[in-house]
């Protein structure tokens, strides 16, 4: 049965709960929160539970530990009334917001057995425990050819699974983001920016993720500051010193040297995990002075460096560095084309000795 397998984890969870540290009253805001508790702990459950269902209605406001603490109690009310599937319910509730709470010592025998199937119920429907974000990977186009579609692609990875991946965009200046599915193609997920006007010159966007058990993780430049991406006119051409590396195939006829390849200028990407912000991965070596973890990716890079062509050289003399992250000499102009395929952004050159 595919249950079975499931019920390691459930206890590897259990354990976990009866040993993290409970958040006690005076960690709450919620005045009806703690009415609800206080009026609970002196056993008048009635008043308890009416307190606790105020605030309920304010769970949007709310802190998660606020919300996990309000579904334990309710748990509890509920136990106490015999209304037991809606304190398994509630106990299960209790859970999405905080996988890792504790019971109180000295319940009710029903108490106990409510929690371990409300676990249960969080554990079949979410899986295992985890509190950890997915992780994003994203290699920023700083700017591109204008195009009816242009091509976002990640890649996403969790330590559970990755349920959803999203790209929000919108012209730079305007308040609303769109936002569009991004697909599994490959190893890599992949949107489309489109239905962009004809006079839109920059595009901002941010990635974010979603994983089974609910966490979200958000690529972006930085906290609140997504990315930037300049639409280039009539082909345009790309003038950044250090470009994102992909692939490189070269082939040699006549004395002819001709060098395909397929790049990306590269923008800082960070991920941060509050999950009021745009979000990544926390980098314990790395906190920012208001207590968001950031962590960069960057993909290798190459860079071009054009050289002093002599009179006896014909075509373009250029030289490719390929040792990783290098100043560049001069700016190249390059044509850059989409793949309508692949969604990869193409820049071939060649040149002869």
């Known amino acids: 049965m595919r249950t079975m397998p499931m019920m390691p984890r459930i206890v590897a969870t259990l354990c976990l709960l009866f040993l993290s540290p409970p958040l006690f009253a005076q960690d709450v805001r919620n005045p ?198 300049e639409l280039v006119r009539g082909g345009g051409f790309l003038s950044r010193k250090t470009l994102g590396w992909s692939s490189l195939g070269a082939g040699v006829a006549s004395g002819v040297v001709a060098g395909i390849f397929y790049a990306q200028s590269v923008s800082k990407a960070n991920q941060y995990t509050d999950p009021d912000y745009f979000a990544a991965l926390p980098d314990p070596a790395n906190d920012d002075p208001e207590g968001y973890k950031s962590a960069s990716e960057t993909a290798y890079t190459i860079s071009i460096v054009t050289l002093a062509i002599g009179a006896g050289l014909s075509g373009l003399g250029s030289y490719l560095l390929l040792s990783g992250e290098k100043p560049a000499a001069d700016t190249v102009h390059l044509t850059p084309t989409i793949d309508p395929e692949t969604g990869r952004y193409g820049f071939g050159m060649g040149f002869r000795f």
Request: charged fraction near 25%; aromatic fraction near 12%; glycine fraction near 6%.
């Open 32 to 229: 009806d929160l703690k009415r609800g508790i206080a009026a609970y702990t002196a056993k008048d459950y009635q008043a308890a539970f009416e307190a606790l269902k105020k605030a309920e209605a304010q769970a949007k406001e709310n802190t998660p530990e606020e919300n996990a603490l309000l579904y334990q109690y309710l748990g509890f009310i509920y136990s106490d009334f015999g209304k037991d599937d809606e304190a398994v319910a509630s106990f299960k509730q209790a859970l999405t917001y905080d996988c890792e709470i504790e019971l109180p010592s000295g319940l009710a025998e029903n108490v106990y057995r409510n929690f371990t199937q409300g676990v249960t119920a969080y554990a079949t429907e979410f899986g295992p425990c985890d509190r950890v974000p997915p992780q994003i990977v994203h290699t920023a186009p700083s700017r591109l050819p204008r195009a009816e579609r242009i091509p976002i692609t990640a890649v996403v990875t969790d330590d559970n699974a990755v349920k959803e991946v999203s790209l929000y965009y919108r012209p730079k200046g305007s308040a609303k983001f769109q936002k569009r599915a991004m697909n599994l193609v490959g190893n890599e997920f992949r949107g489309w920016i489109e239905g962009i006007s004809e006079d839109t010159d920059a595009i901002e966007y941010y990635i974010e993720a979603r994983d089974r058990a609910g966490n979200r993780a958000v690529a972006a430049v930085g906290k609140d500051i997504p990315f930037t991406l």
